[in-house]
């Protein structure tokens, strides 16, 4: 089976260059793979055995998977604390739903099921939210209907309480993709929200615009906040390191897009929290007919000293 130490030294290749050339569009595209990489080298390794290959590939695609784990970043996640859920806290839910009508009426009725308090809709179709969830979720606040146009996208919020000093900011140029900042009240304190989706890396100018646009949320992250949205990255890639705070709930097993393939799933949506925050919940939801799956954390405040 001569195709194996040719497929080994293709991975090998793949190692190399997503190493030294990664923040560099295309190659930064193969960084949110890693954990792919690791597990394609073991495999190879094993199938070396299994196959009867010199034993020297089998080392080779270890040796792989070993450099694929050293270049994995340290985690940057808060584990939920049990403990803490029946204290005062704010259950919050980001979706991407993919401008999708039944997506969208899907994830709200989850959400409320879920008894979210907040609810961040990415990408929310073209129809008017006064009217959806009103009785439960009488507060709104939204970038407005997207004009037509690529790489153009609406978020709104639905929030059981009151929101305030509501703003939406344009991104960087030159798609300007708007994002939410705001604040509301959990157990008598203000917590900033802010709720953006950055241009997807498809090319090198989008790729850096996506940068661009991560870095200026970093000004608007006063504590104590919490930062959702699809964010067009992974916790392995390199731009990951430039959104502020700590994402909440572990991601490595637990993808919210490309959720038809599952094998090849990756987490780009994320509820990111600042250190004075601690999180007794999070959870990924089922599909709701987007391509992204709806996220969920309850997220608690220290006391007033």
Not at 2 to 23: E, K, Y
Not at 185 to 193: C, F, K, Q, T
Not at 215 to 229: D, I, K, V, W
Request: proline fraction near 9%; include cysteine; charged fraction near 15%.
């Amino acid at each position: 089976m001569a195709i194996l130490p040719i497929l080994i030294a293709l991975l090998g290749v793949v190692t190399l260059v997503s190493l030294f050339r990664r923040a560099h569009w295309p190659v930064e595209l193969l960084t949110h793979f890693r954990p792919h990489l690791i597990v394609s080298s073991i495999g190879g390794a094993l199938l070396c055995l299994l196959a009867g290959e010199r034993w020297e590939w089998s080392i080779i695609s270890l040796g792989l998977a070993l450099i694929n784990y050293a270049a994995l970043p340290a985690p940057r996640w808060v584990r939920s604390e049990a403990h803490l859920a029946g204290g005062p806290g704010l259950t919050v839910v980001w979706a991407n739903v993919w401008q999708k009508k039944a997506a969208l009426e899907r994830t709200l009725d989850w959400a409320k099921a879920e008894r979210a308090d907040l609810i961040l809709i990415g990408e929310h179709p073209n129809i008017d939210p006064s009217e959806m969830l009103l009785g439960d979720y009488p507060y709104r606040i939204d970038t407005g209907i997207a004009p037509e146009r690529p790489f153009c996208i609406r978020i709104v919020a639905y929030s059981r309480t009151p929101i305030v000093n509501g703003a939406v900011h344009a991104g960087p140029g030159p798609n300007h993709r708007p994002f939410l900042t705001f604040a509301v009240v959990v157990a008598d304190r203000a917590l900033n929200i802010i709720a953006a989706h950055p241009v997807p890396p498809h090319t090198t100018s989008l790729t850096q615009e996506r940068d661009r646009h991560i870095a200026m949320l970093s000004a608007h992250a006063r504590e104590p906040f919490l930062l959702t949205g699809d964010f067009n990255v992974t916790p392995w890639s390199p731009g990951f390191k430039g959104i502020p705070g700590h994402r909440v709930g572990a991601y490595l097993l637990a993808p919210t897009w490309f959720n038809n393939l599952p094998l090849l799933g990756l987490p780009i949506d994320h509820i990111m929290v600042s250190p004075a925050l601690k999180a007794s919940s999070y959870a990924v939801a089922l599909s709701t007919g987007s391509d992204h799956r709806a996220i969920k954390a309850r997220v608690h405040l220290p006391a007033k000293q």
